[in-house]
């Protein structure tokens, strides 16, 4: 049963079935069309911006999500029990990534006390994590925004074809099908911006929260080597 349903299924796809292009290539809809309706150019830049905001952030965020913390503590422990407090500055100075500038904001404080030493660390850290979440405000912003402006588009449509049934007198399909597929794409596409930004953000986001307490974690490690240092001198 299963092999003789499966050239009806064949037939029945097309791959334009999932784009739902069709609504331009049939002809109810020209290309140029979406773009004489103010809502589809909106949906167009918030799309084109998605996809900014979404290559930027995980290039930025990617690169930084990998790193080794034991071995930068262990290069940092090896300078301090040399005594030179200095070399391990600069030895963090050559990397500009969140972990090497939070524990060089602690050592170049460390004739402070380990509870100052740590919340100098910890506001360096916070700009950090800043940084890192940079440009996320305008992902969520996109997320909330493109199906509201999706669902503008339906209205939008809607009106537009109701207009065209009012203005002729008749409701055929050729008189409100170009507003009923516009009214219908639009919230497709709104959809679709906002489900393909979503996972990004919560990605990026949780990206940040565990590089972060990896961090802190390393900062509070480097506050114990500090202690343990100063107890033996």
Same mark, same amino acid.
């Given at each position: 049963?299963?092999?003789?349903?499966?050239?009806?299924?064949?037939?029945? %796809?097309?791959?334009?079935? $999932?784009?739902?292009?069709?609504?331009?290539?049939?002809?109810?809809?020209? %290309? +140029?069309? !979406?773009?004489?309706?103010?809502?589809?150019?909106?949906?167009?830049?918030? %799309?084109?911006?998605?996809? $900014?905001?979404?290559?930027?952030?995980?290039?930025?965020?990617?690169?930084?999500?990998?790193?080794?913390?034991?071995?930068?503590?262990?290069?940092?422990?090896?300078?301090?029990?040399?005594?030179?407090?200095?070399?391990?500055?600069?030895?963090?100075?050559?990397?500009?990534?969140?972990?090497?500038?939070?524990?060089?904001?602690?050592?170049?404080?460390?004739?402070?006390?380990?509870?100052?030493?740590?919340?100098? +660390?910890?506001?360096?850290?916070?700009?950090?994590?800043?940084?890192?979440?940079? !440009?996320?405000?305008? +992902?969520?912003?996109?997320?909330?925004?493109?199906?509201?402006?999706?669902? %503008?588009?339906?209205?939008?449509?809607?009106?537009?074809?109701?207009?065209?049934?009012?203005?002729?007198?008749?409701?055929?399909?050729?008189?409100?099908?170009?507003?009923?597929?516009?009214?219908?794409?639009?919230?497709?596409?709104?959809? $679709?911006?906002? +489900?393909?930004?979503?996972?990004?953000?919560?990605?990026?986001?949780?990206?940040?929260? $565990?590089?972060?307490?990896?961090?802190?974690?390393?900062?509070?490690?480097?506050?114990?080597?500090?202690?343990?240092?100063?107890?033996?001198?």
């Amino acid at each position: 049963m299963i092999f003789v349903a499966l050239p009806a299924l064949q037939e029945s %796809f097309n791959i334009l079935n $999932i784009f739902r292009i069709y609504a331009v290539v049939d002809g109810v809809v020209t %290309f +140029m069309g !979406f773009f004489d309706n103010l809502t589809m150019v909106l949906l167009l830049i918030t %799309f084109v911006s998605a996809l $900014i905001l979404i290559g930027e952030r995980l290039f930025y965020v990617l690169r930084r999500k990998t790193f080794n913390a034991n071995r930068v503590l262990a290069d940092v422990q090896r300078y301090l029990e040399e005594g030179d407090v200095d070399g391990a500055i600069a030895y963090l100075k050559r990397t500009d990534h969140p972990l090497h500038n939070t524990l060089r904001a602690g050592l170049e404080n460390i004739h402070l006390t380990l509870d100052q030493m740590y919340d100098m +660390m910890d506001s360096v850290l916070s700009h950090e994590r800043n940084k890192l979440l940079k !440009f996320t405000s305008g +992902m969520s912003s996109i997320i909330a925004v493109a199906p509201l402006l999706g669902l %503008f588009g339906t209205v939008d449509g809607l009106i537009d074809a109701f207009h065209q049934i009012a203005v002729t007198g008749t409701g055929g399909p050729e008189v409100v099908g170009k507003g009923i597929s516009t009214a219908l794409v639009t919230t497709w596409w709104g959809l $679709i911006i906002a +489900m393909l930004t979503i996972p990004i953000y919560n990605y990026v986001t949780n990206t940040v929260d $565990i590089i972060t307490t990896k961090i802190d974690n390393a900062a509070r490690r480097l506050l114990i080597i500090v202690s343990q240092l100063q107890k033996a001198s």
